[in-house]
């Protein structure tokens, strides 16, 4: 079934979602709501996109109709540490994706696993004060249909849990546990988010590389950067960039 407005908008329960912008193809969602006016909440999905894009300026393969290819307006206070927004999207697409399923894995800042596999990923992307939250889930393609060649291999939920969950009650309970999140982030801040981020932590413990740096992941810090201790045994707080593991489950 195609996430039309009519399928979708009577299922909406919050602020998020409205208005809800929906087209049947697009060249990214990130792009319809890129220097927007719209409120915050404003949401736009397509059924298949000509130029998704990636963290790290990679792309975002889609097969049409098989995904959940979302973006979402947020107009985050002036002066909040907006990057941390990389998280509190993260962890809702985690609690999204495992209803009723064990608990998916965060591979810090945002990317999303079950068994291993990476079912979805989360593109911030900051303009004018408005933050664009773009996210893809891989819903139902099959072993030929996902990308090759990442950091982590990629799944889908039909592929990892052996079904796929219908997609707009899967949008409609994001775009809620997003709300939820994003609204006590900003109550808050990281602080009442950080135990269920932290028990996602597939990095911990495990040797890893990132922007330079070298040596085993730890925690995940109060102010969302993920905590290293290098081979001297000295620490160092790693602010962005892509983390290369061995192996995750
Ligand atoms: C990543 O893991 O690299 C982030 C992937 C983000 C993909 C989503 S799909 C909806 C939105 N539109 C895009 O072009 N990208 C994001």
Redesign the pocket.
Known sequence: MLLTPDAVEPLLRGRFGRPYLWSESC?????VLRGSVLPEGAV?V?EH?T??????G?P?Q?VAGK?????LLLRPPAGTPTQQLALVAGLAVAESVEQDRDAAGIKWP??VLLEGR?V????LEASEGAV?C????NVAQVEGELPDG?AVPAGSLLGVTGSAPDRAALLVSLLEIVEHRYDAWRRSGLAPLLDELESRNVLRGRRVEVGGEAGTAGSIAADGRLTLERDDGSTVLVGSGEVQAQQLD
């Open positions: 060249t990214s969602t990130q792009n736009a397509t996109q130029s998704g894009r990636g963290r790290e990679r975002w889609d995904s959940l290819l979302v973006s945002n990317d990476k979805a990923g989360v593109l664009v773009g996210i893809g889930v990442g």
